[in-house]
């Protein structure tokens, strides 16, 4: 089975603070992905990465970086954390660019006072 | 971009009763999937759907990829309480992205 772990389940940042999300995928798989999810809008592509060392800009990149070093990691950056930015982090991963089969962690619920 | 209406947007029915959800788009996809998320949880992988007109099923979910490639369906059949959750389609298109519908809540009434 493929298994996505998240960092943490919970998380509680104050303002203007820098966070990192982290998400590891056991499958070798080369694909990964961040997306937030917000009530009414759905989920949203944040970046995705097709290798190490490379990223692409999802729908809703502003605000956000990646880091991709090792192709089992994933970390989501969030360079000075602002209340719009609560919401359920959600990472995924997929075999390869042309597979559709993303699987999900199981979230990461940020909160920004 | 490419959308996805998913309708209906919620359902509360009594247990037993069969569900069904549909999910259309303006442009063509490649594959279908179908996902069901819990509360709290990060979404899981129900059935993914190939070819247009095949018709899959995983336990009590059917799901069909229309011929037209710019819709598809998911039924349940005597649901039970443990459907309970919310459910997305999701298309890929030609451009190796996602694009998921807003999601189902489904809610069961023992």
């Known amino acids: 089975d493929v298994k996505v772990t998240q960092s943490s389940r919970y998380l509680v940042k104050r303002t203007g603070e820098k966070v990192f999300l982290e998400c590891v995928q056991d499958?070798?798989?080369?694909?990964m992905f961040w997306y937030r999810q917000d009530p009414g809008l759905g989920l949203r592509l944040i970046y995705f990465s097709y290798d190490v060392k490379m990223k692409e800009k999802g729908d809703i990149p502003e605000g956000y970086s990646v880091s991709r070093e090792k192709k089992e990691r994933f970390s989501l950056i969030l360079e000075s954390a602002s209340t719009n930015q609560t919401s359920m982090y959600l990472c995924?991963?997929?075999?390869?660019?042309?597979?559709?089969?993303?699987?999900f962690g199981p979230g990461t619920r940020l909160t920004v006072t | 971009g490419q959308q996805l209406n998913q309708s209906p947007q919620s359902m509360f029915i009594q247990e037993g009763e069969d569900v069904s959800m549909n999910c259309t788009s303006s442009s063509i996809f490649n594959t279908w999937l179908w996902y069901k998320q819990d509360p709290g949880e990060g979404p899981v992988l129900l059935i993914a759907l190939y070819k247009a007109g095949e018709l899959t099923s995983n336990g009590r979910l059917t799901a069909q990829f229309g011929i037209t490639r710019k819709d598809s369906f998911l039924n349940i059949s005597a649901s039970i309480p443990s459907d309970v959750g919310i459910y997305f389609c999701?298309?890929?298109?030609?451009?190796?992205?996602?694009?998921f519908g807003k999601g189902t809540l489904l809610t069961v009434n023992p």
């Open positions: 999701a298309g890929l298109g030609s451009n190796y992205k996602l694009t």
């Open positions: 995924a991963s997929s075999l390869y660019r042309a597979a559709s089969e993303q699987y």
């Open positions: 499958m070798d798989h080369e694909n």
